[in-house]
């Protein structure tokens, strides 16, 4: 079995049925999600991306070979222009600016999930920072994929479910995939990976579960 394989049957499997069974995804795909939810969720996105690019930086500058290096170097600049790119287009269309993005701040679990990434990719090995930042590109590319077969009849949403849903983000995430497989890990390192791919899919459908809340800090 692939290490890859590994890591999303014991940590992914469970949570992805329940990311796509939850109602800010099937809401996506049936129109019903309010739009108030869909700003939220690409506004916190934002500032998630901010913090996604410097942590894909950093697994670049702990790559062990070149060719991983500059894989991630480029993932961290281009794979998120696209994103960002995708994020100013729907922010307009909700007739939003990056303005007020930055006045809305970071609620709650993107703060937590921003600041988890940042320290596993910081201080963890090499291994553990490509296992903490895999969740991010897997969910979302088999998300975009389940999506993309229903489509929306909302323009916005199925704009965003273009994107993750496209050939071009598979391939990005294929090659991510290919380096993880490669990796060398030990014994004890394995189950630190295993602990953060398990712990960032658990953030992920925690992103979209605050979305669909719009969770605010409690106290201010
Ligand atoms: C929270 C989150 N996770 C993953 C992705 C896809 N890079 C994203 N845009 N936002």
């Known amino acids: 079995m692939t290490f890859s394989s590994e890591l999303w049957d014991r940590g ?10 939850h109602p800010f995804i099937t809401g996506l795909t049936d129109g ?28 670049a500058g702990r790559a062990t070979d ?14 998120i222009a696209v994103e960002r790119e995708l994020h100013t287009s729907l922010l307009g269309s909700l007739g939003l600016t990056p303005a007020d993005v930055d006045a809305a701040g970071s609620g709650p679990t ?29 969910i ?3 998300v975009g ?9 909302d ?11 496209s050939e071009e983000f598979d391939a990005v995430v294929e ?11 030990g014994t004890a390192e394995r189950e630190r990976c295993h602990q953060h791919f398990a712990t960032t899919c658990r953030y992920e459908w925690m992103f979209w579960d605050a979305a669909y809340h719009k969770l605010d800090w409690p106290v201010r």
Request: with cysteine.
């Open 12 to 21: 992914a499997a469970s949570v992805y049925e329940q990311i796509v069974r």
């Open 32 to 59: 019903t999600l309010d739009h108030d939810a869909f700003q939220y969720f690409i506004t916190q996105d934002s500032h998630y991306l901010r913090a996604y690019s410097r942590a894909l930086s950093l697994v």
């Open 66 to 79: 070149e060719d991983a290096v500059s894989m991630f170097a480029l993932h961290a600049a281009n794979a």
């Open 110 to 138: 993107t703060t937590a999930y921003m600041s988890y990434l940042t320290a596993v990719c910081a201080t963890g090995t090499y291994a553990e920072a490509v296992a903490a930042v895999l969740p991010c590109y897997w």
């Open 140 to 142: 979302y590319r088999d």
């Open 145 to 153: 994929r389940e999506l993309l077969k229903r489509s929306s009849p």
């Open 155 to 165: 323009p916005l949403y199925a704009k965003w479910i273009a994107t993750y849903g």
């Open 175 to 185: 090659q991510v995939l290919a380096v993880t497989d490669t990796l060398d890990v």
